[in-house]
């Protein structure tokens, strides 16, 4: 009977990740196991993620409807002449950051989706094309491993050693891109159910083990994706908690009123414009802006790498960038450091 059929993979080899995932339930497909990061490389991802949150703040404008109305979520943003800080919206609060292997920022950008008038100007998407520019042009970012072949002979290496920062979970497009682009790993610091663990799916079903015994590794083409949880940042569960209580409420304490109309739009990009996710990334700011080297568990940690900075470089690195982003920078364009 052809309806009885079970279908199969359209795989080439039995050993493809896909194939042996076939029969798995989808929570074991949508699940990565924890990352296993040393306290000295989650200190290392903390340094960038709060460098991220404090772009965030920097370029936080909440008028996700326009500057006039009511937001009753966002009292603590409204002016004395009764408008609401921020201007222009360009886009959503969502920003991403990437990192090379031997830990200089590369470059940041936030989604545009209002100002292109579209729902695809993510951050990491546009983040990662414009890193592809500009590693044809200048050249001294380690974005490759030092095992990888000649440039000349593959963009599907380039951003191997990159590390990408995201304040929000990764969509099907970006999760896309990266996986093209074949960046290693991308931290998130916020969940987006919207997502439907895309980005764990697709790093399930690309992963395989290379190598054996005490040298056994998981290599993916899509990048590994890291919950903030993961490396012990306390901004990642507070912002899931809060979208959650803003998502609950929203009902009967609407997102924005104008002209008698209701927004009670539960939105994550509505939520992003409240006072309760300012004030996350202005703590964050704030905790960044008081980071010294003196601070760190492990200001000399290094990862094994060649040319890799240490901790205490790196901090530097992001203090330099941040000064640059928020000062001479503009949201969303090529940084000159
Ligand atoms: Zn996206």
């Known amino acids: 009977m052809p309806g009885d059929e079970v279908p199969k993979p359209y795989v080439l080899s039995k050993n493809a990740p896909i194939a042996k995932k076939w029969e798995s339930p989808l929570r074991e497909v949508a699940t990565v196991p924890p990352l296993e990061a040393t306290a000295q490389e989650k200190e290392r991802h903390r340094i960038y993620s709060l460098l991220l949150l404090?772009?965030?703040?920097?370029?936080?404008?909440?008028?996700?409807?326009?500057?006039?109305?009511?937001?009753?979520?966002?009292?603590?943003?409204?002016?004395?002449?009764?408008?609401?800080?921020?201007?222009d919206y360009l886009g959503h609060n969502i920003g991403a950051l990437a990192v090379d292997g031997s830990g200089d920022v590369i470059d940041f950008d936030f989604n545009h989706n209002q100002i292109f008038n579209s729902s695809a100007e993510h951050a990491e998407a546009r983040l990662i094309r414009r890193v592809f520019s500009l590693?044809?042009?200048?050249?001294d970012w380690q974005t490759r491993k030092p095992t990888d072949p000649p440039r000349s002979k593959g963009y599907s290496t380039i951003l191997s050693d990159v590390t990408v920062y995201t304040s929000l979970e990764s969509c099907a497009q970006c999760s896309g891109v990266m996986a093209l682009g074949q960046v290693g790993q991308v931290v998130y610091l916020q969940r987006d159910p919207g997502t439907y663990h895309i980005g764990n799916i697709m790093w399930n079903l690309t992963a395989r083990e290379a190598g054996g015994g005490e040298k056994a590794q998981i290599k993916a083409t899509a990048p590994r994706p890291i919950p903030g949880s993961e490396i012990d940042l306390p901004y990642f569960d507070e912002l899931n908690e809060l979208y959650r209580a803003y998502y609950q409420a929203v009902r009967t304490k609407p997102f924005h009123e104008w002209k008698g109309k209701k927004d009670k739009t539960g939105a994550l990009t509505a939520f992003l414009c409240t006072d309760d996710a300012l004030g996350v990334f202005e703590r964050a700011r704030k905790e960044f802006?008081?980071?010294?080297?003196?601070?760190?568990?492990?200001?000399?940690?290094?990862?094994?790498?060649?040319?890799?900075?240490?901790?205490?470089?790196?901090?530097?690195?992001a203090e330099r960038f941040l000064q640059y982003a928020a000062e001479v920078g503009r949201r969303g364009t090529p940084h000159n450091l």
């Open 54 to 87: 404090s772009l965030m703040r920097r370029y936080f404008n909440g008028n996700r409807n326009g500057p006039r109305g009511v937001y009753p979520w966002r009292t603590g943003q409204r002016e004395d002449d009764g408008r609401y800080a921020g201007g």
């Open 135 to 139: 590693t044809q042009i200048y050249d």
């Open 289 to 317: 802006a008081g980071l010294t080297k003196a601070k760190l568990t492990y200001p000399k940690y290094r990862p094994k790498k060649p040319g890799a900075k240490t901790n205490q470089e790196v901090l530097a690195v």
